[in-house]
């Protein structure tokens, strides 16, 4: 039998899933990884890129970097490295018959796409375990995912839009099945307890609904705390 995932795992695969979902919706992106893929092919092409960068005073902090399609933190990579070479690759477009720069539309999205792909990086990395977040953390981070999600649905980009909705199906789909024990986590946080709970269920279900789930986190926890009582009369009967 396998082991049951931790939370921190749950909530890294879920948002995997979440973001997965939505990375054929984004097209435009292709025009700047084939700008990537042009100048990182070879040596001679990337010393050029070097060259051009060091004659328009741009500082390469990093290395451009060819992403994986399918994996979406390999794209916000990559997106978040080449961006801000922008004026390197449009100088390239004027130096290089055989490349075409993407146009200003392109690395416009794009950057609205980095910048909302950021805040799935971060968490990624939080609940992947790199910076050992710990559990009582969990939920307002997720309630924060919740929210973002729910502000992308006014975004001006049609594609940003359907991102919201494809992600916030996903969302609701995946993360009901561990908000409970999340909450748990949170009520027996002595700095949140009910109120960052009652908060967070607010945002996420509506008012209308923020009582029965928190009487059912309360209830989650009352009986939990009924089964390690009798657990330890029974481990106590058993030393006597």
Not at 93 to 111: M, T
Request: charged content about 25%; aromatic content about 12%; glycine content about 4%.
């Amino acid at each position: 039998m396998a082991s049951p995932l931790s939370p921190s795992t749950y909530s890294a695969h879920i948002l995997n899933l979440i973001v997965k979902r939505v990375m054929e919706l984004i097209g435009s992106v292709a025009h700047i990884r084939e700008s990537v893929d042009y100048w990182v092919a070879t040596p001679k092409r990337y010393e050029k890129f070097e060259k051009t960068a060091l004659d328009e005073n741009v500082e390469l902090g990093k290395k451009l970097q060819l992403d994986c399609k399918t994996r979406w933190n390999s794209t916000y990579i990559m997106l978040n490295i080449a961006i801000p070479y922008r004026k390197v690759f449009e100088r390239l477009d004027e130096l290089d018959r055989n490349y075409v720069c993407p146009p200003p539309d392109d690395w416009i999205f794009a950057s609205t796409v980095c910048e909302k792909l950021g805040l799935f990086y971060d968490l990624a990395e939080l609940f992947s375990g790199t910076k050992y977040v710990t559990a009582n953390l969990f939920f307002p981070k997720v309630y924060e995912v919740k929210l973002k999600l729910k502000s992308w649905e006014h975004d001006e980009h049609d594609t940003i839009r359907d991102m919201s909705t494809a992600m916030i199906e996903k969302y609701d789909k995946y993360w009901t099945d561990i908000h409970g024990l999340m909450a748990l986590a949170v009520i027996l946080d002595p700095r949140l307890k009910m109120t960052m709970l009652h908060a967070c269920y607010v945002a996420l279900f509506g008012e209308e609904h923020v009582g029965s789930y928190v009487t059912e986190a309360h209830q989650l926890l009352t009986d939990l705390m009924k089964h390690y009582h009798v657990k330890e009369q029974d481990f106590c009967g058993y030393i006597i």
